[in-house]
């Protein structure tokens, strides 16, 4: 079976997480420290915060700018993600609101979006499906008016999960303004194991970033864990340890290599598969480079689609359900055509490093024989 997914694990990672493990140190360290260095010299930003998964960094973020729900207030986000997205929205006591889903890139519907920002919009969770970046620009020029008519600028979250590596209008996700979040779970471009990487766009949130994802102590004046200082405000266990950012430093080599491959093959899939029947492709725009995570493609009958990959030894997923289809956010219902629309037709394909020749020919040659 040619997988889905595959851990990207660099040959000098054992090496590097040994030295870890047998140096007596494995919390909260030099390597963190390491680790952040090197992260924000390959973003192009200096206020960078690691912490343990990508769920506690939206978490984190969401806490920043609403104070953890405490005046009440909705979130505007999308229901086609993970489920990791969302439940952070819950579990700081605030209300979703969905936004519905533009067809042709599978991200946020801008214009919907736009349609919906009122006073009440405490923060925009926004996600970058497969790593094709969502239209940033415009999103400015919407949150502009949203200001000069409501008196407010929500502030953007932007969760990047898939989008490690992927660029907008020459710059790397995370330059554009906004909190930027990315993962670095099992299966990402970049992954520590698990892990996660929290963009700041200014030097306060920063700060206050360091603080709160270890329980709002301030580290640097507490070496010898008297803990005399006053914590102004409460935090969270949400930091990276050494280990986790020891197994990040080695994938970092490799990680860009593995993203080159990863558009190879999408540049192929999108030559080979553009006219093939009952199958749709999702938007390019030259102003992005997409990161190319997965690659999704749309087609009729998905279930027969997923069979005749399956029976040719190609896995394939629509990899999240829709989340506003769980009972435990049904109270938010609302109409969204758009995911209406697309939802059921959303099936992912092997786009990875790991792919051969050989792997991506049997692919595009399995669909287009139709299924």
């Known amino acids: 079976m040619i997988p889905l997914f595959k851990v990207a694990m660099s040959k000098s990672a054992p090496a590097l997480l ?129 200001e000069q008519t409501h008196g407010v600028r929500p502030m953007v979250i932007e969760d990047c999960a898939h989008a490690w590596g992927a660029t907008f209008q020459g710059r790397p996700l995370g330059n554009h303004g906004n909190i930027a979040v990315f993962s670095f779970q099992a299966i990402k471009h970049l992954t520590c194991g698990d892990g996660g990487l929290m963009v700041l766009p200014n030097d306060e949130l920063q700060r206050r970033t360091r603080l709160l994802r270890w329980y709002g102590i301030d580290r640097d004046s507490n070496v010898r864990f008297t803990f005399k200082n006053d914590i102004a405000e409460f935090g969270f266990k949400f930091h990276m340890n050494d280990i986790n950012a020891s197994i990040g430093l080695a994938n970092l080599e490799q990680a860009d290599e593995n993203l080159r491959a990863h558009r190879r093959n999408a540049a192929h899939y999108d030559a080979e598969l553009s006219d093939v029947p009952g199958l749709e492709l999702t938007e390019r725009s030259a102003d992005r480079e997409p990161s190319f995570w997965i690659y999704t493609i749309k087609v009729e009958d998905r279930d027969g689609f997923m069979r005749k990959m399956d029976d040719a030894g190609v896995m394939v997923s629509q990899v999240h359900e829709r989340n506003d289809v769980y009972s435990c956010v049904r109270e938010f219902a609302s109409l969204l055509p758009g995911l209406d629309s697309v939802s059921e037709r959303m099936v992912s394909i092997p786009v990875g490093w790991w792919l051969s020749e050989e792997d991506r020919a049997h692919i595009v040659a399995t669909i287009r024989s139709g299924w």
Not at 133 to 143: A, G, H, M, N, T
């Open 18 to 146: 040994e030295q870890v493990l047998l140096s007596g140190f494995i919390g909260q360290g030099q390597k963190v420290d390491e680790f952040e260095r090197a992260l924000a010299v390959r973003i192009g930003h200096a206020n960078v915060s690691t912490v343990n998964s990508a769920t506690s960094g939206l978490h984190l973020a969401l806490h920043l700018v609403t104070g953890g729900g405490k005046d009440g207030g909705e979130v505007l986000t999308t229901p086609m993600t993970c489920s990791a997205t969302n439940w952070p929205i819950l579990a700081n006591g605030l209300r979703i609101r969905w936004v519905d889903v533009d067809p042709a890139t599978l991200n946020i519907d801008l214009d919907d979006l736009a349609r919906k920002i009122t006073p009440t919009t405490k923060a925009i969770v926004l996600v970058h499906w497969a790593g094709y970046p969502v239209d940033l620009e415009r999103l400015r020029k919407i949150l502009d008016r949203a």
